[in-house]
């Protein structure tokens, strides 16, 4: 069987929003993404995308409509003194809005169906982090959530040498004068994808950059050429009959838009590359995005009843680093006599072996191209970071991202966060732990840090602690 593991972040993507918890205890899923652009010879336009599901929100009614209402706090972080001129940690820029969405009735909210919120501004050149912070609402019903994205922010040369701008993939561009809407941009009103997330719902893929100093590659008949194609995240082929070339007009900056029919993909991690050439057919420029595509339809083509072999597999060269952090990871689901095998591995192929053969016998479908269990456990891996992370340390390993990872999200979180006689604690109910059936888990923040820590747990082999009420007691 051939795996697909940079397929593992498409599920990732695709799957946060209809994972276990029950919509009152995790009311609202977020996406972010961004974009930069020329703005001036000292700063670059940066664009924010937010993208909120629109079934996980709660609404009130309001005459004929229904309306939810969400603060959100956005800011950008310097993350490197040289690059930026101010103290690392220190916020270069920070905006709370309260964004307001109405529908006309609750009942006719469909899966996959988001809102859209975006902002501008403009930044130096640098290294940074972008942090977006929901508040924990007053009655405690929805805790903070907070997400990090690294946001690096290029410098353009206007006009002195051919380049690219970042490239926003979109679920609709189209002409338009109405300068007045939020999605204008130099003639087109571009509607962001925040979780590049296309496929099933979502069958063709837009695109939207900007070249700039495109006179300095144009040849005498003022014209240059746009290379655009698709290919697999993990090969820079071009895939057949989703590629084009075209020769356009120089101009500063030449607005770049298209669209591809991703319908005939199947389910994987892909990039959308563009190359700006010159008269010898040299890339002079080039930008790539990585997008993700969700067909559970679409089979993968590949020869019937062969099994992946190890040198033909993504494992023989997978990078000493990933290796590591691969084994890291797993640890926190393998069992007692995997741990051990774990701990006495020494050399990189059998590190390599070991991770193929972990996940391999874990496949509950061998027989497709993808290893679900395995994109299960990514998606896990990212929902835990995304809201337990801190500088400190990554979600994942979290005594909460642990027990995600492992177990899944819990059927219902009960929150005890503001109660004056107990230390703030969740306590977290599965209906059934596959071999174990209903359990619990106590996770409390003993020392006032914000670290929630498991004290108790009705799972044979994790914490247990019978007085786990008392201990909660200030």
């Known amino acids: 069987m051939r795996f697909l593991l940079s397929a593992i972040t498409a599920v990732l993507l695709a799957g946060l929003t209809s994972a276990g918890f029950a919509q009152d205890v995790i009311p609202v899923q977020v996406d972010i993404d961004h974009a930069s652009f020329a703005y001036s010879d000292a700063e670059s336009l940066v664009e924010l995308y937010i993208a909120i599901d629109a079934s996980s929100l709660d609404y009130e009614s309001e005459t004929d409509r229904f309306i939810s209402s969400l603060p959100v706090q956005l800011a950008i972080v310097a993350a490197s003194t040289a690059a930026v001129g101010a103290p690392s940690d220190q916020a270069i820029w920070a905006d709370s809005v309260l964004l307001r969405f109405a529908v006309p009735d609750t009942n006719g909210l469909v899966e996959g169906?988001?809102?859209?919120?975006?902002?501008?501004?403009?930044?130096q050149p640098g290294e940074y982090e972008l942090r977006l912070t929901i508040p924990a609402d007053v009655a405690g019903d929805r805790p903070e959530l907070e997400l990090r994205r690294d946001l690096f922010v290029p410098s353009f040369e206007n006009g002195e040498s051919p380049g690219l701008s970042s490239v926003t993939l979109a679920t609709e561009i189209s002409q338009t004068t109405d300068r007045t809407s939020p999605f204008y941009k130099n003639g087109q009103l571009v509607r962001p994808n925040a979780n590049q997330?296309?496929?099933?719902?979502?069958?063709?893929?837009?695109?939207?950059?900007?070249?700039?100093?495109?006179?300095?590659?144009?040849?005498?008949?003022?014209?240059?050429?746009?290379?655009?194609?698709?290919?697999?995240?993990?090969?820079?082929?071009?895939?057949?009959?989703?590629?084009?070339?075209?020769?356009?007009?120089?101009?500063?900056?030449?607005?770049?838009?298209?669209?591809?029919?991703?319908?005939i993909l199947p389910s994987g991690s892909y990039f959308l590359r563009i190359a700006l050439l010159n008269d010898a057919n040299e890339s002079v420029a080039e930008k790539s995005r990585k997008f993700f595509v969700y067909n559970p339809g679409v089979q993968r083509e590949q020869p019937p009843?062969?099994?992946?072999?190890?040198?033909?597999?993504?494992?023989?060269?997978?990078?000493?680093?990933?290796?590591?952090?691969?084994?890291?990871?797993?640890?926190?689901?393998?069992n007692d006599a995997e741990r051990r095998r774990i701990s006495r591995l020494e050399d990189l192929e059998t590190k390599r072996r070991f991770l193929m053969e972990f996940w391999q016998k874990r496949d509950e479908s061998p027989g497709t191209p993808i290893n679900e269990f395995q994109e299960e456990v990514y998606r896990r891996l990212q929902y835990a970071n995304d809201r337990y992370s801190s500088n400190r340390r990554q979600g994942w390993t979290t005594d909460r991202g642990r027990t995600i990872l492992r177990y899944g999200l819990p059927s219902s979180v009960e929150p005890h966060i503001y109660d004056r006689e107990q230390a703030p604690h969740?306590?977290?109910?599965?209906?059934?732990?596959?071999?174990?059936?209903?359990?619990?888990?106590?996770?409390?923040?003993?020392?006032?840090?914000g670290d929630f820590e498991l004290i108790h747990s009705t799972v044979p082999g994790e914490r247990t602690l019978p007085n786990w009420r008392q201990e909660l007691m200030r």
Do not use: C, K
């Open 197 to 263: 997330l296309y496929g099933q719902g979502i069958e063709r893929m837009y695109y939207y950059a900007e070249a700039y100093g495109t006179a300095a590659i144009a040849g005498s008949d003022g014209e240059y050429t746009v290379y655009t194609y698709i290919s697999e995240a993990n090969r820079p082929q071009p895939i057949s009959g989703l590629e084009r070339r075209s020769q356009r007009e120089s101009r500063d900056p030449d607005v770049l838009v298209g669209d591809f029919d991703v319908s």
């Open 305 to 334: 009843g062969i099994e992946m072999e190890f040198e033909t597999s993504p494992y023989a060269s997978m990078p000493a680093e990933e290796v590591e952090q691969s084994l890291e990871h797993i640890t926190a689901i393998a």
């Open 113 to 123: 169906q988001h809102f859209i919120h975006q902002i501008r501004t403009a930044v």
């Open 426 to 449: 969740e306590i977290w109910e599965y209906n059934n732990i596959p071999g174990e059936g209903r359990a619990m888990f106590v996770f409390a923040d003993l020392t006032g840090f």
